[in-house]
């Protein structure tokens, strides 16, 4: 039988690290794609030791800068022939960043990392994706997205790459939302871009699960205090890596593309109404995501901003 490969963004710590150790346990080749490989050696140690499976590879990525992106694809290709499996999982969130930054190509650094970034590997991927036999890709959603079932909730499509940085409020809180909100346009405009290669792309709406150390550390005081208190009561990553997996190697997801999964694994639909008591059930519900998302314009002015940004000169 021959070996399948899953390629996992952000996989040395959170959901992501839970997600490498669950794919290696179950006898697939992981490639942990990570940023900082000094931190990342670590978890990759850690999950070959745990597993005791040698077939977890490390190799550098940092998805906000289009330059290693494309250095990532070059060093995977020459030493992998296919991809059966790329699973989006690294995201830029900065909790109490106050500073609007830029990737290195000069883009708002959320959406670089949670969007572009992402939309760029999968394209620069799809041909090694297209020689599988079953090729999946899931990109990692959030619950922030509800935001947008608020009708004046826009995407500043204008502010992507700093024009208005100076004079206009930046909340990297709002950047994170819009950027997974974009992430979601974009995974349904992929899946029909990619279904005449039978590759099939998903996405998971991420709920909340207990944070890492890592990740509170990064964190303001008060953000800090409160995050220890939740992780009390929040899940393990472990129940959303089950979740990648599932998505990723069920028979019973392997038609399907398109689509956004809830932690339940239930297929949300795009929401009837947006008013009245049905909004207060779109918003507290996990079965709706905003009408926002299935905008025509919308779509079209973030998918010809992709297209932009990602050319190469």
Request: proline share 4%; with cysteine; hydrophobic share 40%.
């Amino acid at each position: 039988m021959k070996e399948k490969i899953v390629v996992i963004t952000g996989a040395n710590s959170g959901i992501g690290k839970a997600a490498a150790l669950k794919f290696a346990a179950e006898g697939y080749r992981v490639v942990m794609a990570c940023r900082n490989l000094t931190i990342s050696k670590a978890a990759q140690q850690e999950i070959i030791g745990v597993t005791d499976r040698a077939q977890v590879d490390l190799m550098e990525l940092d998805v906000s800068s289009f330059a290693s992106i494309r250095s990532f694809r070059a060093t995977f290709k020459a030493k992998y022939p296919y991809l059966d499996i790329l699973i989006h999982n690294a995201a830029y969130l900065n909790h109490g960043e106050k500073a609007y930054k830029l990737s290195p190509e000069h883009i708002e650094l959320s959406f670089a990392t949670n969007a572009f970034g992402p939309y760029l590997l999968t394209h620069l991927l799809a041909d090694h994706l297209a020689k599988s036999e079953d090729p999946r890709v899931l990109n990692a959603c959030t619950t922030n997205i509800k935001h947008f079932f608020d009708p004046k909730r826009n995407i500043e499509f204008d502010n992507l790459r700093g024009e208005y940085r100076e004079t206009r409020p930046y909340s990297v809180y709002k950047m994170y939302g819009d950027s997974k909100m974009a992430f979601l346009m974009l995974t349904f405009k992929m899946a029909e871009q990619f279904k005449s290669q039978g590759i099939k792309v998903n996405a998971l709406q991420i709920n909340r699960v207990k944070l890492s150390k890592e990740t509170i550390q990064k964190m303001s005081p008060m953000f800090r205090m409160l995050a220890k208190l939740q992780n009390f009561t929040n899940p393990l990553p472990t129940g959303m890596a089950d979740n990648y997996y599932q998505l990723c190697t069920s028979q019973d997801y392997k038609h399907a593309t398109g689509l956004l999964f809830n932690h339940k694994r239930e297929v949300v639909q795009p929401s009837i109404s947006e008013k009245g008591f049905a909004q207060l059930k779109n918003i507290f519900g996990s079965r709706n995501y905003p009408q926002y998302a299935i905008d025509p314009i919308q779509v079209a002015k973030l998918w010809d901003l992709c297209t932009e940004l990602t050319a190469e000169d």
